[in-house]
C-alpha cells in the first residue's frame, strides 16, 4: 500500500490524551522522544500517509496549543478513551466512509498492517483489528490469583492498533456513551462482524521504559520504513 493508493473517504484518529501513568514518567509516553521526533509524531506521520489531511489528533487539555505535529485536525479528549475517540469522531467529515483508531503509543506500525485492515473492510467487515498469536499460556485468576482456567491459547490473540472501521458503525456504536478498552469490542458487543488481521512485532505500544528502549533500536534498525513499505 502507498501514497497512490490513498483512498478519499479514509480518515483516522490519533488518541494521545491518556496521562501515561504506567509509564513512570512526568512526561506522558507518547510525547517522549524517539529518534529524531516523538513517539506522537511517528504515529501521526503514518495516518498522514494514508489519509492526507484527514487526520484528528486527540490530546489532553493542555496540550491543545502545544501538541507540535503535523496533525491537521487537534481536538481536546475526554477522561477516558472512549471519551477521546467520541471527541475525535465529532471532528471526522460526516461523509468518511472508513476510520482508523490508532493509539499514538504505538509509533512503528507497518503500512503493510493498515493494508489488510482495510482489504478486510473491502470484504465485508464491519471492523478490523491487529493482532498477533500469544506464545505464553494464559491463566484466567481471581483477585487473590487463584487459577479459574486455563484458556487455550490457540484461539486468543493479542489485539494491536490502528483499527479499521466502516464509519457509519463506528459513530452508532459509540452514541450510546459506551465504554470499552478498544473500540472493536463496541463493535463486537453491537453485533458487527469483527475480523482480525496479522499484526506485526513492530506494533508495540510504549507501555514500559523497556518497550521504548525496544522501539529505539528498532529505529535504528530501519524499522519501519522499508523500502517496500515506504507510503
Known amino acids: 500500500m502507498n501514497r497512490s493508493a490513498e483512498r478519499p473517504g479514509l480518515w483516522a484518529i490519533v488518541v494521545a490524551a491518556g ?10 509516553k507518547q ?4 529518534g529524531e521526533r516523538r513517539v506522537v509524531d511517528h504515529s501521526v506521520a503514518l495516518m498522514r500517509s494514508l489519509c492526507g489531511d484527514r487526520v484528528v489528533l486527540v490530546v489532553a487539555p493542555e496540550r491543545i496549543d502545544d501538541h507540535g505535529t503535523d496533525a491537521m485536525r487537534v481536538v481536546v479528549g475526554g477522561s477516558t478513551r472512549s471519551e477521546s475517540v467520541r471527541a475525535g469522531l465529532a471532528a471526522v467529515a460526516s461523509d468518511a466512509a472508513f476510520v482508523l483508531v490508532h493509539d499514538a503509543a504505538r509509533p512503528l506500525v507497518p503500512v503493510t498492517v493498515v493494508g489488510r485492515l482495510l482489504e478486510a473492510l473491502d470484504a465485508g467487515a464491519d471492523a478490523a483489528v491487529p493482532g498477533l498469536a500469544l506464545t505464553d499460556t494464559v491463566k484466567r485468576v481471581d483477585r487473590a490469583g487463584l487459577v479459574l482456567e486455563t484458556p487455550d491459547r490457540a484461539s486468543l490473540m493479542a489485539v ?11 459513530r452508532r456504536v ?12 463496541l463493535v463486537e458487543a453491537a453485533g458487527g462482524r469483527v475480523m482480525v488481521v496479522a499484526g506485526d512485532p513492530l506494533a508495540r505500544k510504549v507501555t514500559t521504559d523497556e518497550d521504548l528502549v525496544w522501539l529505539r533500536a528498532q529505529l535504528v534498525a530501519g524499522a519501519p520504513q522499508r523500502e517496500e513499505e515506504r507510503p
Do not use: C, K, M, Y
Open 174 to 185: 459509540h452514541a450510546a456513551d459506551s465504554e470499552a478498552t478498544d473500540d472493536a469490542a
Open 31 to 34: 510525547f517522549l522522544p524517539l
Open 160 to 170: 494491536q492498533t490502528p483499527q479499521a472501521f466502516r464509519a457509519d458503525i463506528l
Open 19 to 28: 496521562s501515561g501513568a504506567r509509564f513512570g514518567s512526568e512526561i506522558a
